[in-house]
């Protein structure tokens, strides 16, 4: 059995090799991502696997179904790159990894949020300039004064009620599929009112028609002039140009973003600034906002788990049986 890993990085190497080795399957990694220009090097393997945000057209599964590759195995949670339609009409089954690490996701959005809850993007930047005042636009709150708002609350948000709610704060949330196992941790509600009473909203929502722009101009006009958004889910939940207005015009206090609309093909480049879109270069210059490169999952352990699991998922499915994580 020979499997192909698209979109390899030098991250993920050693524990494809080790993997290989364990399995005693030949594993060949490239660093290309797929696509229809990239799908030809897949002939003679019998699986693939790949990751990225770019989207996966039809021409690529078609392709897939011309050489005898039965699945992709996706090395990440988010499979809204992906055309499923197209899959299935190809017999490619899909899987993705539904949950690797969801504490690496939580830490992340956490440590967002209390670096800007303590201010710290402001103080930074008012150092750099030889400014060591303070006053009461700086003047922070504990976290355990907190009432955190999660929207949607499976692995991802679940872990982040668990931690915030071991840091004392309050949380709230709002999904809609009830969840009995988090009553300990949190207080389930609708999603108005997440809006309008949390210190801190935080999304961890998949991204679906029902969800783009969940956070529009309207939400954020509801939520709190103290409040902080973090996003580290996928950035077209947010209306980027609403956020930055609401910003702007202190409608909301900040946010942490690991993840933006428009992000799909800058992940993994190094650009230069002033080639950044827009709406990259107005955040990046606010204090009060806080960008990572869709980087929340990136932990060793997220990685080495993905890999495994996705690739356990790629030899189940080409043995013709039911996988782990089945998308489509
Ligand atoms: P999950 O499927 O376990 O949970 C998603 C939850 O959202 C479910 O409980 C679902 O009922 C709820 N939901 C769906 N529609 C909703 C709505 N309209 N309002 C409120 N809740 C709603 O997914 P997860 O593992 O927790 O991941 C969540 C998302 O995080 C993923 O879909 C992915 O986009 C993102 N993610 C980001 C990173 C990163 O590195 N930044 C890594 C992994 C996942």
């Given at each position: 059995m020979k499997i192909l890993c698209y979109a390899v990085?030098?991250?993920?190497?050693?524990?494809?090799?080790?993997?290989s080795q364990q399995n005693n399957i030949k594993v060949d990694?490239?660093?290309?991502?797929?696509?229809?220009?990239?799908?030809?090097?897949?002939?003679?393997?019998?699986?693939?696997?790949s990751v990225g945000m770019l989207p996966v057209n039809e021409e690529v599964y078609a392709t897939f179904e011309k050489f005898g590759i039965k699945q992709l195995a996706v090395?990440?949670?988010?499979?809204?790159?992906?055309?499923l339609q197209a899959a299935k009409k190809h017999h490619i089954t899909i899987t993705n990894v539904r949950s690797y690490s969801p504490r690496a996701i939580a830490e992340m959005g956490v440590t967002q949020a209390m670096y800007l809850l303590r201010k710290i993007g402001i103080y930074q930047n008012r150092m750099a300039q030889g400014n060591f005042t303070w006053d009461p636009t700086t003047v922070s709150t504990e976290i355990f004064n907190c009432t955190v708002g999660l929207i949607g609350t499976g692995h991802i948000g679940g872990a982040s009620a668990q931690?915030?709610?071991?840091?004392?704060?309050?949380?709230?949330?709002?999904?809609?599929?009830?969840?009995?196992?988090?009553?300990?941790?949190?207080?389930?509600?609708?999603?108005?009112?997440?809006?309008?009473?949390?210190?801190?909203?935080?999304?961890?929502?998949?991204?679906?028609?029902?969800?783009?722009?969940?956070?529009?101009?309207?939400?954020?006009?509801?939520?709190?002039?103290?409040?902080?958004?973090?996003?580290?889910?996928?950035?077209?939940?947010?209306?980027?140009?609403?956020?930055?207005?609401?910003?702007?015009?202190?409608?909301?206090?900040?946010?942490?973003?690991?993840?933006?609309?428009?992000?799909?093909?800058?992940?993994?480049q190094h650009?230069?600034?002033?080639?950044?879109?827009?709406?990259?270069?107005?955040?990046?210059?606010?204090?009060?906002?806080?960008?990572?490169p869709h980087v929340a999952f990136f932990t060793k352990l997220a990685v080495k788990n993905y890999i495994e699991i996705a690739l356990n998922d790629a030899v189940t499915v080409i043995k013709g049986k039911k996988p782990r994580n089945l998308i489509c």
């Open positions: 990085s030098a991250e993920e190497e050693p524990y494809l090799k080790n993997w990694l490239v660093p290309t991502p797929l696509s229809d220009n990239s799908v030809y090097l897949a002939q003679g393997y019998d699986g693939v696997s090395r990440q949670v988010g499979v809204d790159n992906q055309d931690i915030y709610s071991a840091l004392g704060a309050k949380v709230i949330a709002y999904d809609p599929n009830y969840n009995a196992d988090l009553e300990p941790y949190l207080t389930f509600t609708d999603f108005e009112t997440v809006l309008k009473t949390a210190d801190i909203v935080s999304l961890h929502v998949p991204l679906l028609p029902a969800t783009q722009k969940i956070i529009d101009r309207q939400a954020l006009k509801k939520m709190k002039n103290t409040a902080i958004l973090i996003n580290v889910a996928r950035g077209e939940l947010v209306d980027t140009p609403a956020l930055i207005a609401a910003l702007e015009n202190r409608k909301i206090a900040a946010a942490g973003l690991d993840t933006l609309a428009d992000e799909a093909k800058l992940i993994g650009l230069q600034a002033s080639n950044l879109p827009h709406d990259y270069q107005v955040l990046s210059q606010m204090p009060n906002v806080l960008l990572t």
